[in-house]
């Protein structure tokens, strides 16, 4: 529409008072494509995603990691919003809030998981238990390597990196049922790989 011609005594509907514009008219219109729209919502929520996104996560690099990631999701999935639920903003916090809280769970799952790995000092008696985990690692990798790249990719994502099922699903855009089949099938290979009854 030609600006000239536009009422200026009629408010435009998309837009709030102040200049900003509505969030749930942008997000629809981010379901449909449109860059602009999405620079919009952008500078609108950017500083609030990453403010909560920090308060949760406390390390800068990581809470700027984060909050893409949440902005990248709000690109991705602006269909998904229903304003019947709440409001926009409340939608994009509530991404915000779940991927922050993921991440610190996986990074205490990756945490722990190293401090279990880490052996501590090293006696006589610890020494055929050290060769006998370095040569499982040798053959879980080796193992590894006989499965598909997606079997591989999926069960690294589940079982190394800490993501649940979901997450998985999420992270690569398959459907969960998929990732379930192609986790459960590059387990049983790698079972057959290693030699192991379970």
């Known amino acids: 529409m030609n600006r000239s011609t536009t009422n200026p005594e009629q408010p435009d509907p998309g ?6 514009q509505d969030p749930a008219s942008l997000l629809a219109r981010v379901a449909r494509g449109d860059h602009a729209a999405f620079e919009a919502v952008y500078d609108q929520l950017a500083g609030p995603v990453y403010g909560l996104v920090r308060k949760i996560l406390r390390d800068p690099a990581q809470s700027e990691e984060v909050a ?36 610190v769970r ?15 000092p090293v006696t006589g008696d610890d020494v055929s238990e050290l060769v006998e985990t370095a040569l499982d690692r040798q053959r879980v990798r080796r193992c590894l390597s006989v499965l598909t790249p997606l079997q591989a990719e999926s069960v690294k994502l589940a079982y190394y990196a800490g993501h649940t099922y979901p997450q998985v699903a999420e992270l690569l855009g398959v459907p969960l049922g998929t990732i379930k089949t192609r986790i459960r099938d590059g387990l049983i290979r790698l079972r057959d790989c290693m030699e192991v009854t379970w």
């Open 15 to 20: 837009r709030l008072e102040g200049g900003g």
């Open 68 to 103: 893409q990631e949440v902005l990248l999701e709000v690109w991705r999935a602006a269909s998904r919003f229903d304003p019947a639920r709440g409001s926009a903003t409340a939608w994009v916090m509530t991404i915000a809030h779940r991927r922050a809280v993921d991440r």
């Open 106 to 120: 996986s990074e205490s799952a990756a945490t722990t998981r190293e401090q279990k790995l880490t052996p501590g």
